[in-house]
């Protein structure tokens, strides 16, 4: 198809996925923060991941922020979006279930985030012999991480 946008339409910075895909591909996922700083000690003080990119929007008066593990090009992102002005508290709904992160060592992680005054709803566990384990977190907005061991021990 093509890029036929002139150039003066063209901001690199908000193409970090490139401009020359083929295929269809997982991109990001976006959830509602209430507390950036918090947010932030959470998934990158807490789970490790990097702060790729923030983009503050004056005039629409929210914020978006990409984190990944390991850049754009190394899996899907985790976008927040942080609307300034807005007091109520967001719902989650009845359809979100949980976020799944890989962790190698998930004991680690979790003690990471305990530190961080992370809410661990289920302690490290097999769902069934032979299983990884597994274990239940909240962030700060209260979404649900499901975290599973990624390498075997």
Excluded: C
């Amino acid at each position: 198809m093509g890029d036929s946008t002139p150039t003066e339409d063209f901001n690199p910075a908000f193409w970090p996925w490139g401009t020359a895909a083929e295929q269809p591909r997982f991109l990001h996922t976006m959830i509602r923060v209430r507390d950036v700083d918090r947010t932030l000690r959470f998934y990158v003080g807490g789970l490790g991941m990097k702060l790729l990119d923030r983009y503050d929007f004056e005039r629409g008066r929210f914020s978006l922020l990409y984190l990944a593990f390991d850049g754009y090009a190394g899996g899907g992102a985790l976008e927040l979006t942080y609307n300034w002005d807005t007091q109520e508290d967001y719902s989650h709904g009845s359809g979100y279930g949980h976020i799944a992160i890989g962790a190698p060592d998930l004991h680690e992680v979790v003690k990471r985030l305990e530190s961080v005054g992370a809410q661990v709803t289920v302690q490290p566990k097999k769902m069934a012999p032979g299983a990884p384990h597994i274990a239940m977190v909240k962030d700060p907005d209260g979404y649900t991480i499901e975290l599973i061991q990624t390498r075997r021990q």
